[in-house]
């Protein structure tokens, strides 16, 4: 079993900065795919940005390639999301997911996920 902890999330300006965290913890193996995904209501969840854990390999949405960046710290089992430059049409619950598979974007083949955080971009 693995549990996510999610933090970070908050309300901010537009063009404003935040850092999400999330920390794994339980039986996470060695080859992996961290995610993080946002929904707004009614709308199916969408990968915001993807790292494969062994390899450190990333992927991005469109919609958020250079202004936000993924990384991982291996010795916390934490994943982080730097989103900078932010905009209102970011505002949505941000979740992080874990995926036995290697770099998978598609939500439904993620095995595990944390209970999401609020982010707030106003205008």
């Known amino acids: 079993q693995v549990r996510l902890v999610e933090s970070g999330g908050g309300l901010v300006q537009a063009g404003g900065s935040l850092r999400l965290s999330c920390a794994a913890s339980g039986r996470t193996f060695s080859s992996y795919t961290m995610g993080w995904f946002r929904q707004t209501p009614g709308k199916e969840r969408d990968i915001v940005a993807a790292i494969s854990w062994s390899d450190g390999r990333t992927y991005y949405a469109d919609s958020v390639k250079g202004r936000f960046t993924i990384s991982r710290d291996n010795a916390l089992n934490t994943v982080y999301l730097q989103m900078n430059s932010l905009k209102p049409e970011d505002t949505a619950v941000y979740y992080c997911?874990?995926?036995?598979?290697?770099?998978?974007?598609?939500?439904?083949?993620?095995?595990?996920w944390g209970q999401g955080t609020q982010v707030t971009v106003s205008s």
């Open positions: 997911a874990l995926c036995y598979q290697e770099m998978e974007i598609n939500y439904l083949r993620y095995d595990y």
